[in-house]
Nanobody, 124 residues
Framework: QVQLVESGGGLVQAGGSLRVTCAAS????????MGWFRQVPGKDREFVAA????????NYADSVKGRFTISRDNAKNTVYLQMNSLKPEDTAIYYC?????????????????WGQGTQVTVSS
């Protein structure tokens, strides 16, 4: 069992930066592909980014490519999402998720473990 806890969300102006963190407990994250998703009320959960177990491979949604960076520190059992050049349309609850998988997964239903989410609000 893996427990995931997100932190670092908040309110930021458009063009600003924010880093959200996902801390894991229960098991080491080094064997899990990790993903970040986001959701706004009334819409489906949307893929944002994912990273392989070693951190060598990443995948990003087109909407965040070039602005967001996913990274991980397996020694700290932590995954990060650095968000730069934020836009109002990035406003959402951000969730981290984990799956034991050979390849990066971009579909939310493939992930086994989820955090409770952290709110990110970007003002215009």
């Amino acid at each position: 069992q893996v427990q995931l806890v997100e932190s670092g969300g908040g309110l930021v102006q458009a063009g600003g930066s924010l880093r959200v963190t996902c801390a894991a407990s229960g098991r080491t994250l080094s064997t899990y592909v990790m993903g970040w998703f986001r959701q706004v009320p009334g819409k489906d959960r949307e893929f944002v980014a994912a990273i392989t177990q070693s951190g060598a491979g990443t995948n990003y949604a087109d909407s965040v490519k070039g602005r967001f960076t996913i990274s991980r520190d397996n020694a700290k059992n932590t995954v990060y999402l650095q968000m730069n050049s934020l836009k109002p349309e990035d406003t959402a609850i951000y969730y981290c998720a984990a799956v034991r998988n050979k390849y990066i997964a971009t579909r939310s239903y493939l992930y086994d473990y989820w955090g409770q989410g952290t709110q990110v609000t970007v003002s215009s």
